[in-house]
T-cell receptor, first 116, second 119 residues
Framework: AQKITQTQPGMFVQEKEAVTLDCTYD???????LFWYKQPSSGEMIFLIY??????QNATEGRYSLNFQKARKSANLVISASQLGDSAMYFC?????????????FGTGTRLLVSP | GAGVSQSPSNKVTEKGKDVELRCDPI?????LYWYRQSLGQGLEFLIY????????KSGLPSDRFSAERTGGSVSTLTIQRTQQEDSAVYLC?????????????????FGAGTRLSVL
């Protein structure tokens, strides 16, 4: 079964607007972490934001926020005030368990294009 | 400080040859991970190290793939008798134990990858 689902292969947004990238996940483990990474054309995976399954509040990191809806098993990334440099692939990932050293399972990614 | 360093950045090899890919993790990071990114399969886990031991090597696709880590630092991923389906970007990540909100957060930080092309 697909553990992480990203249903949007591509998204377009105008500069300075907000955009939401969708991510749903599937797990029966009560302890898990959710991560978003950005992969520009250079290829490096850049960590953006983390949400733990026990966190009561949605995570925020600068212009990035995570809309965590635990009952719906969704962890959407919201990018506010989009910039041209935000154009990249975005991957949602999950790590199950609580030792912290399990593998990440990734979704198929969403390609975001920001236009002037 | 320095991030995760991978070398070479690009490697072109002929089918049947052996290749070695190197990863130098962030200093002090105890865990090291290898992933593979290919067009058909997306991002796949290969193996992870805690110190010099590999508790999870479940993602290695065949016995042609092996990895080692020495001194709790640098890791080498070796692919023997390369095949065309081995062509991919091989990504390395490292992490440190870090608790937050009752969970191990342990952010994995990635290198820029090695792009392997098998002709």
């Amino acid at each position: 079964a697909q553990k992480i689902t990203q249903t949007q292969p591509g998204m377009f947004v105008q500069e300075k607007e907000a955009v939401t990238l969708d991510c749903t996940y599937d797990t029966s483990d009560p302890s898990y972490g959710l991560f978003w990474y950005k992969q520009p054309s250079s290829g490096e995976m850049i960590f953006l934001i983390y949400q733990g399954s026990y966190d009561q509040q949605n995570a925020t990191e600068g212009r990035y926020s995570l809309n965590f809806q635990k009952a719906r098993k969704s962890a959407n990334l919201v990018i506010s005030a989009s910039q041209l440099g935000d154009s990249a692939m975005y991957f949602c990932a999950m790590r199950e368990g609580n030792t912290g050293f399990q593998k990440l399972v990734f979704g198929t990614g969403t390609r975001l294009l920001v236009s002037p | 400080g320095a991030g995760v360093s991978q070398s070479p950045s690009n490697k072109v090899t002929e089918k049947g040859k052996d290749v070695e890919l190197r990863c130098d993790p962030i200093s002090g990071h105890t865990a090291l991970y290898w992933y593979r990114q290919s067009l058909g399969q997306g991002l796949e886990f290969l193996i992870y190290f805690q110190g010099n031991s590999a508790p999870d090597k479940s993602g290695l696709p065949s016995d042609r793939f092996s990895a080692e880590r020495t001194g709790g630092s640098v890791s080498t991923l070796t692919i023997q008798r390369t095949q065309q389906e081995d062509s991919a970007v091989y990504l390395c990540a490292s992490s440190l134990q870090n608790m937050a909100g009752g969970l191990a957060k342990n952010i994995q930080y990635f290198g820029a990858g090695t792009r392997l092309s098998v002709l």
